[in-house]
């Protein structure tokens, strides 16, 4: 089963609209990280969070980690062309059996219509 | 500050050949690691390095393998190359191994035929 989970795998929105992203796992998430990728390029990191509660801004988008720290969401607000591409969310210390630094969830992919 | 730096960007080779990657992290960033990312099973963790010492390897057949230079720049290679191994691999440095952001180069995409 997939340690992070990622809601939804895919969006559509209009410019100007709002929309949220959800990384969800079942296990406390120590660090929780938010990245942007364009088809084919390398990730772009957004934010970092490691408390419960803590939100974290910039430009127009928003971080969320909720006070169990299971669950963060990604949140822009008036979308613009720009902000399209594929959201990832990872998280450390998640995999039992490879030890990897940061565990990826599947992805959301994100198109913003002008 | 330079990013990290990936060679090359796009590598194509024949099943059965051998193929190295580099990758060059940001200056004073002494850990770097290896993911490959497909369509089908997203982004698969290879391996960390760390002070030129193999921290941790993900679930990969030992074709993978990697080292770390001293001047933390790291190389991996993949030998008897197949098929399936075509993929982007990404690198990625950070400054610990731990509670730090990875910083990720655009990757290599390499195609085996």
């Known amino acids: 089963s997939q340690e992070l989970e990622q809601s939804p795998q895919s969006l559509i929105v209009q410019e100007g609209k709002n929309l949220t992203i959800n990384c969800t796992s079942s296990?406390?998430?120590?660090?929780l990280y938010w990245y942007k990728q364009k088809y084919g390029e390398g990730l772009i990191f957004l934010m970092m969070?490691?408390?419960?509660?803590e939100e974290k801004s910039h430009e127009k988008i928003t971080a969320k980690l909720d006070e169990k720290k299971q669950q963060s969401s990604l949140h822009i607000t008036a979308s613009q062309p720009s902000h399209a591409g594929i959201y990832l969310c990872?998280?450390?210390?998640?995999?039992?059996?490879?030890?990897?630094?940061?565990?990826f969830g599947e992805g959301t992919q994100l198109t913003v219509n002008p | 500050k330079a990013g990290v730096t990936q060679t090359p960007r796009y590598l194509i080779k024949t099943r059965g050949q051998q193929v190295t990657l580099s990758c060059s992290p940001i200056?004073?960033?002494?850990?770097v690691s290896w993911y490959q990312q497909t369509p089908g099973q997203g982004l698969q963790f290879l391996f960390e390095?760390?002070?030129?010492?193999?921290?941790n390897k993900g679930n990969f057949p030992g074709r993978f393998s990697g080292r770390q230079f001293s001047n933390s720049r790291s190389e991996m290679n993949v030998s008897t190359l197949e098929l399936g191994d075509s993929a982007l691999y990404l690198c990625?440095?950070?400054?610990?191994?731990?509670?730090?952001?990875?910083?990720f180069g655009n990757g290599t995409r390499l195609t085996v035929t």
């Open positions: 969070l490691q408390k419960g509660g």
């Open positions: 390095y760390f002070s030129e010492t193999q921290r």
């Open positions: 296990k406390t998430l120590y660090g």
């Open positions: 200056s004073g960033h002494r850990s």
């Open positions: 990872g998280a450390d210390g998640m995999s039992q059996t490879s030890g990897s630094r940061l565990t």
């Open positions: 990625a440095s950070s400054f610990t191994t731990g509670n730090s952001p990875l910083h």
